[in-house]
């Protein structure tokens, strides 16, 4: 008995200490990848962009203590929907953010959307038809929910007023335990968001400030 009493008192709060100061995981998913091009418009391609803003974001994360950064796709890979989801499970990420532009067709006189944050709904705007994991529990789109509201109040705090939150059925943010949305930053086919897309300063600024949203959320 006094053995073990021994033992516990040593091995404790050394366990302690290692479960306190373990990084919480945030999976960043640069989206497409490879093969999948995503947008392409005037020889700008989408994958290049998400991948470009995603290394930002992580070294944004980096440099917040207590957080460590997956990035669910490193270089120009292809990628499966589920696999992304799946692989950002099995590192116990308690958030996962998939950067995206976005594919809209301007009218002559309609600009772009600005940046949007998609959490799991049905939309009224857009029914994908992807039907590759079934629809997350009720208790995880709300905690998404929370999430998408927080990273667009942190982006209009950041300079970014046009962030706005909306619901979809994409793929990867139905993962059923960990908090996810899908990030929409700009539009290729707006000369003035092309532009920004492509200006590091632009990135930056945009990367603290989802990193600074993601912060909030999981504070909470």
């Given at each position: ?119 799991y709904g049905r939309s009224h705007e857009r029914l994908l038809r992807?039907?590759?994991l079934p629809a997350p529990p009720q208790a995880q789109v709300e ?7 927080l990273l667009a109040r942190s982006l209009r705090e950041g300079g ?61």
């Open positions: 008995m006094n053995l073990l009493l021994v033992t516990m008192l040593l091995v404790s709060p050394a366990c302690a200490v290692e479960r306190s100061t373990a990084a919480v995981v945030v999976a960043v998913d640069p989206g497409h990848g490879g093969r999948d091009f995503g947008v392409t418009f005037r020889g700008r391609m989408e994958k290049e962009a998400t991948l470009a803003l995603s290394r930002r974001l992580a070294e944004e994360l980096r440099a917040l203590p207590g957080l460590r950064p997956l990035l669910l796709r490193e270089g120009d890979e292809y990628i499966g929907l589920v696999e992304r989801v799946d692989k950002a499970r099995a590192a116990g990420a308690r958030a996962l953010l998939s950067l995206h532009v976005d594919d809209r067709r301007l009218g002559s006189h309609q600009a772009g959307r600005g940046i949007v944050v998609y959490f992807r039907l590759l905690a998404s929910r929370r999430l998408a509201v970014f007023p046009a962030a706005e939150v909306d619901r979809g059925q994409y793929v990867i943010v139905k993962g059923e335990d960990v908090p996810s949305v899908l990030v929409e930053f700009g539009n290729f086919r707006d000369p003035e968001e092309a532009r920004r897309l492509s200006d590091p300063a632009f990135q930056k600024r945009l990367a603290r400030a989802l990193a600074r949203g993601l912060e909030a959320f999981l504070e909470r």
